[in-house]
């Protein structure tokens, strides 16, 4: 072992409850920093996969117009075969169709604008959370006697509509026409999502080609993958589908939800940068003091040919070997942490009831990710480095004879 190596080490123990005040205070932020930001992307993982499930999916296949501007006459035709060939490519779990309009939607009192929106009954509980979020009655059903509707729970009750009355639908077909129809009442929705519960209907998507004469068109194909991070491979993946028809994966679909992520987590490593300043700021204080303490020893060893760029890299390497303890230690406790709330789960008060009304998981599953996990720690490493050049710059000023006449 080289002896620079030895004596930084030997030097490090010298006070021994000091050296662990501070390794400890890198240790407990270390572990906590883990544990937040793995938690704080898990948290992030659900909200987008809540959010995308809603209604969005992983990604969308639409008319180029038709994200700009939402009209009906914006429609597409895909093939059957390329449709299959789409269900069949690798990363897609479940694909569905969809055609969307706004109407006049009238009950015996009140009339109100709506947006309908025509589904694959059958195939939206697998890539969609609205299906399991009904207030009273059912889901929408194969019925060839009537037409079924499916409301908004605060929407039904605007117009004043309860289940197996009749709502009246005045719109614009896609050919110019006028489309009318009367549906019935069979479930209402409750999401807690105001733009849902107030403004939209559900119909199935064959009772939307008839009223609207969309003849086989639709608005949107919507597509689910196993997560978002295979969401960019898979789109290279996916065959030319011809020029009116674009793909557009859920950042363009939804940018307010990156949006609103990338300032969450500016205002959380604001939180994190000041339990990283206060780490160093402990890290600066044993450096400085193990300093000051040693001046006399500094100096009989300058006096003995000992260049002050030596002394500078002792010290440095003492610090460097304790935010190295801090560092290890921290992200061994942090990831043994994490992995224990990995098979535990975590739930805080009220997440229970939230989650049964919401429709989302009870409970929140942390998983290892390295990227992650490291950094938090690294930084603080990174600072408790640079907090011991401010000792180091004091070595610059010693003066042998000074130094040696120091207590």
Do not use: C
Not at 248 to 260: G, H, I, T
């Amino acid at each position: 072992m080289p002896i620079s190596l030895r004596l930084a080490w030997r030097n490090l123990w010298r006070h021994k409850r000091r050296t662990w005040l501070t390794t400890g205070a890198m240790v407990f932020s270390n572990v906590l920093l883990v544990f937040l930001i793995t938690w704080q992307y898990a948290m992030y993982g659900m909200m987008v996969d809540n959010s995308l499930r809603m209604l969005t999916g992983h990604f969308q296949i639409q008319h180029p117009a038709y994200f700009d501007k939402p009209r009906i006459e914006n429609s597409f035709q895909l093939s059957k075969s390329t449709l299959e060939a789409l269900e069949n490519q690798d990363g897609i779990d479940v694909l569905v169709r969809r055609s969307e309009a706004f109407v006049l939607a009238s009950s015996r009192e009140r009339s109100y604008g709506i947006q309908i929106i025509g589904v694959e009954a059958n195939k939206e509980a697998s890539i969609s959370s609205l299906p399991g979020l009904l207030k009273d009655g059912r889901y929408l059903q194969a019925n060839e006697e009537q037409i079924e509707i499916v409301l908004g729970s605060r929407l039904a009750k605007n117009l004043k509509i309860k289940l197996g009355d009749e709502l009246t639908l005045f719109g614009s077909a896609k050919d110019g026409s006028t489309a009318a129809a009367i549906a019935t009442l069979v479930g209402t929705l409750e999401t807690g999502v105001q733009e849902v519960d107030r403004n939209l209907a559900f119909i199935h998507l064959e009772d939307f080609d008839a009223i609207f004469a969309m003849e086989g068109e639709i608005h949107r194909v919507v597509a689910l993958t196993p997560s978002v991070d295979s969401v960019d491979t898979l789109l290279t993946k996916i065959p030319e589908l011809g020029e009116d028809v674009v793909v557009r994966d859920w950042n363009k679909l939804l940018p307010e939800l990156k949006q609103s992520i990338q300032s969450d987590m500016a205002s959380s490593w604001f939180m994190y940068s000041v339990l990283i300043i206060l780490v160093a700021f402990s890290v600066l204080n044993t450096q400085l003091m193990s300093v000051l303490e040693r001046t006399k020893e500094y100096g009989i060893m300058m006096a003995l040919g000992l260049n002050t760029l030596r002394l500078a890299s002792l010290v440095l390497l003492e610090a460097l070997l304790m935010a190295l303890l801090g560092l290890l230690l921290g992200i061994g406790l942090g990831l043994i942490v994490v992995a224990i709330l990995g098979q535990t789960g975590v739930s805080f008060p009220g997440m229970e009831e939230m989650a049964a009304e919401f429709n989302i998981p009870s409970r929140m599953y942390l998983e290892i990710d390295l990227r992650s996990a490291m950094a938090g720690p690294l930084l603080v490493f990174s600072a408790s480095i640079l907090a011991a050049i401010y000792p180091v710059l004091r070595l610059r000023r010693l003066r042998i004879v000074q130094a040696m006449r120091a207590p």
